[in-house]
């Protein structure tokens, strides 16, 4: 069997869910690492321009956004290489299901990957052992690295519970620039407000951005709108309302990941195939 061949028909076998939520997870955290990134870097910029003309003002506000840029970077790979491992975790545990529900035709490649967890045959014949296809071996080596799904389930699970508290700090910018925004609405559209112009402000120093005795520390009036209006406010807000947006994505993909291989482990377990979980 021709190797194209031998891949076809490991598509029959291939988990949907688990390709969905990989190209969701890639793109989740793509946009939320890349957006992110570029945001942080706005962010840093307007308060240096704006907000404080005294750099130990902002020193600190400036580590923590290069901390949080490294973290970025270290979330890019530890997700591509975690969503790869999902993945492959995917093809091993749903190929097993379906060779158990009689969905999975038995090929090269599907003995390989299945034999671990439903103790497929171990390539004994009346003449002593028989000499395994090369790709099979590979597969079946793959196939006891991959066999504990229980091992998945809870590592996602810890992992989508972190990734909530990253979604949930990843909108507090959204609600500090959207609040901005919304006070330059007001002094654009005077009619609209009972307060004096003069008393609008974007305080930085209100959100911890800036310490309280930072000078100036906030804008106000015509002055604010004057920032809402550069390209500079403007781009990081729909950077940061992006990152927000990947960052979502990728808890709905952990979601899915969570679902799916639990599925799987449920299936093996209660059909009495697995291995020793």
Not at 113 to 131: C, D, E, I, M, N
Request: proline fraction near 3%; charge should be positive; hydrophobic fraction near 45%.
């Amino acid at each position: 069997m021709g190797l194209l061949e031998c891949c076809a028909r490991c598509l029959i076998g291939a988990p949907f869910a688990s390709l969905v939520a990989t190209g969701l997870c890639f793109f989740g955290v793509a946009l939320f690492c890349g957006c992110g990134h570029e945001a942080l870097t706005g962010t840093e910029q307007l308060i240096e321009t704006y907000f404080s003309k005294n750099y130990q003002d902002y020193e600190f506000l400036i580590d923590v956004i290069h901390g949080f840029q490294y973290f970025i970077y270290g979330t890019a790979a530890f997700f591509f290489l975690y969503g790869a491992l999902l993945l492959a975790e995917g093809f091993y545990t749903t190929g097993a299901v379906r060779q158990i529900f009689g969905d999975y035709r038995t090929t090269i490649c599907g003995k390989g990957l299945s034999a671990t967890v439903t103790g497929g045959p171990k390539g004994r014949g009346a003449r002593g052992p028989q000499r395994a296809h090369s790709w099979q071996r590979v597969c079946h080596c793959l196939g006891k690295w991959l066999g504990h799904p229980d091992k998945f389930v809870g590592i996602t699970y810890v992992l989508t519970i972190i990734w909530l508290l990253v979604f949930a700090c990843s909108a507090v910018p959204v609600y500090i620039y959207f609040n901005t925004w919304t006070t330059c609405q007001s002094i654009g559209n005077p009619t609209k407000t009972s307060a004096s112009i003069g008393t609008l402000c974007a305080d930085a120093r209100m959100y911890g951005v800036l310490p309280w005795n930072a000078f100036p520390g906030k804008v106000c009036g015509s002055n604010l709108l004057s920032i809402c209006k550069t390209s500079e406010f403007q781009m990081t807000f729909h950077l940061f309302i992006a990152a927000f947006v990947g960052a979502a994505a990728t808890l709905v993909s952990l979601v899915t990941f969570i679902i799916a291989t639990t599925y799987n482990f449920a299936v093996l377990r209660l059909m009495g195939r697995g291995t020793k979980f």
